[in-house]
């Protein structure tokens, strides 16, 4: 298993997600419960009662005003965790609170800190093109039942692609052309870059954009360990000029393809993903397609994944992979998450909750 790593900001849920209804989900095995502020601020704390255990996402359990009421006896707690009243006395036990999680809400995500020391002034990554005027975007998300460290393979080898998601992205070109990657060890960021010329065009590049023929397709990763990939796609027709020295780049067309890698337990991962287009702004058919599309080509990994996680629980201990040249990204990947496991298990925890 992929350890976890602490002290660190993962997306919970999209902006969009969090309201007036109470909505729980499990980030690195602990169940958080989010909602919104009648003023709109996102909270988040423990999604279970300090009582019986009751999870508070669950109805009953429902907000009143900005409280939250538990649905099975009625513990009331307010957003900062602390319980303000219980059924049948007055006096409140002194540790009837519910701890609660640093949040940020950024580039249309809300993230939570999860980890024993403050986030201080570590603010989560950014993925601007989510909420820019310049872009669209589609965006979902589904969870899969694996181990994160599977996703994060996944996502850093694009090989996969030819096979798994031939007739969508994938292409001969994809698997054929050699990748450089690069390591910030001190930042926990691997770059790989892939740039392929005069490569064929696939389904969901020729339909969104209308080029016709072949292109120039570069392929730039970022992945910010642990919870934060960016993919920087840019498209142009075959022979089209480049980029301009001023980083303007009108010959080609842009998708920044965002997924947040969440791990929930230990064999479940949250797999947020977006897709933000530069071009075709205002297409509604071009929405709907790319919609479609990348949809089906991540549930192609969904399911791979789940498979590919029932076959490796039936693997006796220390079976030996293999890695090539494509798994540099993926196997630097695992490094830096290692590290950080470690000096996150390294942190002493504090002896209060708070
Ligand atoms: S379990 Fe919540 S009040 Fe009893
Ligand atoms: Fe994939």
Redesign the pocket.
Known sequence: MTAFVRDQWYVAAYGREVGRELLGRTVLGEPILLYRTEDGRPVAMSER?V????PLSQAPSRLDGDQVV?G????TYGTDGGCVSVPGQQRIPRTARLKTYPVVEQDSFVWVWIGDREPGDTLPPRAPWMDSPDYTVVSGMEPIDSDYGLLVDNLMDLSHETYLHGGYIGTPEVAETPITTEVDDAAGIVYVSRHMDDAECPPFYAKSTGIKGRITRWQDVEYHAPGLYLLHSRVAPDGAPGPNSDGSDPHAFHVEVVYGITPSTEKTVYDFWAVARDFALDDQDVTEFLRGNNHTVVMQDVVALNVLQKSLDTEKAGYQELSINIDTGGVAARRILARLAQEGAATPAPAVAR
């Open positions: 009662c009582h019986r255990r009751f538990c099975y006896h009625g513990f």
